[in-house]
């Protein structure tokens, strides 16, 4: 009978572990802070990559920086300025088809580059749309640009690059302010091989939307313990009607996996160290939680294994190998 009670101890046990006793802490592999005496890196936004190579905003520069795998500088993209072929305050870009669209939010305007950093095209953004460009976007056959809006008639503007033609789809969350409805329904948007795939920045949700724009799957990842950890502490704190708390500080998807940057509000300050991935299938579910060596980070990336991000406290693009990681 003790063999019985072992056994039954030994399962409880197993099945009581909880999500932060398996979260994986990653090493650095390789990192990179500066190319040169006049080139160095100081507020990183939007990373991604393309053909094996890496892209991000290098927001001090109003520059898209990219380099090799092994983080050599390879190319400057855009110049800074207010000239129409000038780049004043870029907010986000996007890679599709061998052309990069750069967003500058600051001179409501379009930019396309190819990637031997030649501009093939500017385009007008419209003053009648409200875009959150702080959120990455989509592009569709080179003529739309897709992304999160803050008119009610839809979470997402589609908005045809040539003309002032825009139409809206997607469900927004309604709230108890009008003022937290307008700044709380950003969300980056994603294409993926059957639709497209949207990941709020402050709710713990995962949305997926078929091609037809019909929502056909939620999922809510709230239980994980580092994000029932920031909702907890953000229960307890003021908010006024146009501010909240983020939960997720960068998303990215590489093929069906999904990567989501989340934060934390700790005793020492507000963290954004923990990678939660995820696979989309017919559903979703999560494939693993890993914790970056630093404390603070502002946008992640993916490439062959190797999750990129860049840590602000100090200026430093990182390399990680999941493969190589070990349990916290």
């Known amino acids: 009978m003790k063999y019985v009670f072992v056994l039954l101890f030994l399962l409880m046990s197993l099945f009581s572990c909880s999500e932060k006793d398996l979260v994986r802490r990653l090493s650095v592999k390789d990192k990179v802070s500066e190319f040169s005496d006049t080139l160095f890196l100081g507020r990183v936004k939007n990373l991604l990559t393309y053909n094996n190579d890496i892209y991000f905003v290098e927001q001090y520069r109003n520059q898209i920086i990219k380099l090799d795998s092994c983080l050599n500088l390879k190319g400057l993209i855009g110049r800074m300025g207010e000239g129409p072929e000038e780049l004043c305050n870029v907010s986000s870009f996007i890679i599709d088809n061998d052309i990069i669209y750069v967003l500058d939010a600051g001179c409501a305007k379009l930019i396309s580059y190819g990637l031997d950093g030649n501009i093939i095209a500017r385009y007008r953004l419209s003053e009648k749309v409200g875009l959150m460009p702080e959120f990455r976007f989509v592009v569709s056959g080179n003529d739309y640009m897709e ?76 239980s994980l313990e580092v994000v029932k950890r920031s909702l907890a502490y953000l229960d307890t704190q003021p908010m006024s009607s146009n501010s909240y708390g983020i939960i997720c500080e960068d998303a990215y998807m590489d093929g069906n996996q999904i990567y989501l940057l989340l934060s934390s509000y700790e005793t020492m300050g507000y963290k954004a160290n923990t990678v939660a991935v995820f696979e989309l299938q017919s559903d979703i579910r999560l494939k693993g939680v890993y914790q970056l060596a630093g404390s603070l980070y502002s946008s992640l990336c993916v490439l062959n294994g190797n999750v990129y991000a860049f840590e602000t406290k100090e200026s430093i693009l990182e390399k990680y190998s999941i493969m190589s990681s070990s349990v916290n």
Do not use: C, P
Not at 184 to 203: A, H, M, P, Q, T
């Open 147 to 222: 992304m999160s809006v803050t008119d009610r008639r839809g979470a997402f503007g589609k908005m045809k690059l040539q003309s002032d033609s825009v139409s809206y789809w997607g469900e927004r969350t309604l709230f108890a302010h009008t003022d937290m409805e307008y700044v709380r329904n950003g969300r980056y948007l994603f294409k993926s091989s059957s639709g497209y795939v949207s990941i709020s920045d402050n709710e713990a949700i995962i949305e997926v939307y078929n091609f037809d724009k019909k929502k056909i799957m939620d999922y809510d990842y709230s």
